[in-house]
Each structure stands twice: as C-alpha cells, then as structure tokens.
C-alpha cells in the first residue's frame, strides 16, 4: 500500500526537518524525487542521504521568494525529474512580532515566500498534471493557520491562506483527476524547539493530549498518504496531524 513507484515528486524546503522526512519517506515508498530549496550545500546532505539507500533524487536551488524565476528555474530539470506527479509546498519561514510593532517588510516577507511561493509552484507544475490527467498537491499548513497566535499574524495568515488555496484549486482540479489537499502540523521536534526552556516544553506538552510533540516523520507519513492512489477520493480537505493541539 501506499507506493509510488514510476511517480515523480517535488518537496519545497526540502534541505532539513519537515521537508527533508517528507523527501525520504516518498523516495522510500518508491518516487523519483525533486528535493528543492535555497541551500544547495544542505540540499546536496539531503540528496546523498537518499541515494545512499538506492533512492532517485535530483537537488533544485529554488528560492521561492523569487516567484518570478520558478518557471525558468523548474525548466532546469533534467529528463526523467521534469514530469512532476506530486507536487508538497513544504517550504515556509517565519517572521514573528506583535502587530502593533510588525513592519511591512516582516508581513510582505513572509506571505511572499509562504503563499505567493506556493502559488508560482503549483501554477507551473499543475499544467502537466493537467495534460497527464493525474496528479496530487499537498500543501503544508499549520495548526497556526486554523486558530491563529500572537505575534504570528503574518505567518497565521499565509498559513490559513494555503487552506483557502487548496479548497480552491480542488474544486478547479478535481475534473483532471488532480487531488489538492493540506496537512497541518501541530508543535514538530525540530532544532527550534530542542532549544526552548524546559519550562516551555513543558507549556507545549501539557496542551497537546497525547503529551508529545510531534516528529517531522509523522508529517511525512500522513503526506505519503495523500499522494497515493490510496487517497484518490480525497481532496480539498485539511488533515490535521497535531497530536489533538487542534480538535
């Protein structure tokens, strides 16, 4: 179940946490896999990692603030790694503060590369799944575009932006034979959080009913999942992978 095998994939963000578990897992279940994102010396880890355990993967340098050059950029992708199956618009930064002291350069920055990003993305790729009547979105969101947090308005408003996106082009899509759907994570095991206090790991904990943060693999198994045949009949809907944070 739940194989890819003769797929291609493109993950954004694809150098480290989230993006890179994602990656893997997919060339795991058997994709041919675009890895892309702004570092390539962190993209070239990442690739030697999956073709250390017989895995396909070819490393894009894309900068997702430039949505201006992705067209130009994806035409760089050599045969066999240009036909993208499925597209995960992992890619995402943060820019936090108040609003009252947010500057427009912090709120502009991070819609720019969050949502603007991902719309220049799938606008390019979606025009061959279009002609190969297949294909699957799935776009990275966050509990934090469901029910919002201080000193995160910009990054709550990309992040729910991406839902509205993605309902939007399900319902484009669907007479193609195209799935678009979103996995919103809750509180992830990253090197930011490793480096939070105790005491508000321990803040964190107690709101999550499973009492534990969640680990990048257990994004990409849920992402896995919306790119399979398995979940051809599902679409335009948000799957919420939080630990119970958002219920």
Not at 23 to 39: D, F, H, S, T
């Given at each position: 179940?739940?194989?890819?095998?003769?797929?291609?994939?493109?993950?954004?963000?694809?150098?480290?946490?989230?993006?890179?578990?994602?990656?893997?897992?997919?060339?795991?279940?058997?994709?041919?896999?675009?890895?892309?994102?702004?570092?390539?010396?962190?993209?070239?880890?990442?690739?030697?990692?999956?073709?250390?355990?017989?895995?396909?993967?070819?490393?894009?340098?894309?900068?997702?603030?430039?949505?201006?050059?992705?067209?130009?950029?994806?035409?760089?992708?050599?045969?066999?790694?240009?036909?993208?199956?499925?597209?995960?618009?992992?890619?995402?930064?943060?820019?936090?503060?108040?609003?009252?002291?947010?500057?427009?350069?912090?709120?502009?920055?991070?819609?720019?590369?969050?949502?603007?990003g991902a719309f220049?993305?799938?606008r390019e790729v979606?025009?061959?799944?279009?002609?190969?009547?297949?294909?699957?979105?799935?776009?990275?969101?966050?509990?934090?575009?469901?029910?919002?947090?201080?000193?995160?308005?910009?990054?709550?408003?990309?992040?729910?932006?991406?839902?509205?996106?993605?309902?939007?082009?399900?319902?484009?899509?669907?007479?193609?034979?195209?799935?678009?759907?979103?996995?919103?994570?809750?509180?992830?095991?990253?090197?930011?959080?490793?480096?939070?206090?105790?005491?508000?790991?321990?803040?964190?904990?107690?709101?999550?009913?499973?009492?534990?943060?969640?680990?990048?693999?257990?994004?990409?198994?849920?992402?896995?999942?919306?790119?399979?045949?398995?979940?051809?009949?599902?679409?335009?809907?948000?799957?919420?992978?939080?630990?119970?944070?958002?219920?």
């Amino acid at each position: 179940m739940f194989r890819l095998d003769g797929k291609t994939a493109l993950v954004t963000g694809a150098s480290q946490g989230i993006g890179e578990a994602i990656a893997q897992r997919l060339a795991e279940r058997g994709a041919k896999v675009v890895l892309a994102a702004r570092n390539a010396d962190k993209l070239e880890r990442v690739r030697e990692g999956i073709l250390a355990v017989g895995g396909s993967v070819h490393a894009l340098v894309l900068d997702l603030s430039r949505p201006e050059e992705i067209g130009e950029r994806l035409k760089d992708l050599p045969q066999g790694f240009d036909a993208i199956d499925v597209l995960v618009n992992n890619a995402g930064i943060t820019g936090d503060n108040l609003l009252a002291r947010m500057s427009l350069e912090q709120w502009r920055t991070v819609l720019d590369t969050n949502l603007t990003g991902a719309f220049a993305v799938t606008r390019e790729v979606v025009r061959g799944m279009m002609r190969r009547r297949w294909g699957r979105i799935v776009t990275i969101s966050s509990v934090i575009g469901l029910m919002g947090n201080a000193g995160q308005a910009n990054y709550a408003a990309a992040k729910a932006g991406l839902i509205g996106f993605s309902k939007s082009l399900a319902r484009e899509l669907a007479s193609r034979n195209i799935t678009a759907n979103v996995v919103a994570p809750g509180f992830i095991e990253t090197a930011m959080t490793e480096a939070l206090p105790e005491a508000t790991r321990a803040e964190m904990f107690d709101r999550i009913p499973l009492r534990r943060l969640g680990r990048p693999e257990d994004i990409a198994s849920a992402v896995v999942y919306l790119a399979s045949d398995e979940a051809g009949y599902v679409t335009g809907q948000v799957l919420n992978v939080s630990g119970g944070l958002y219920i």
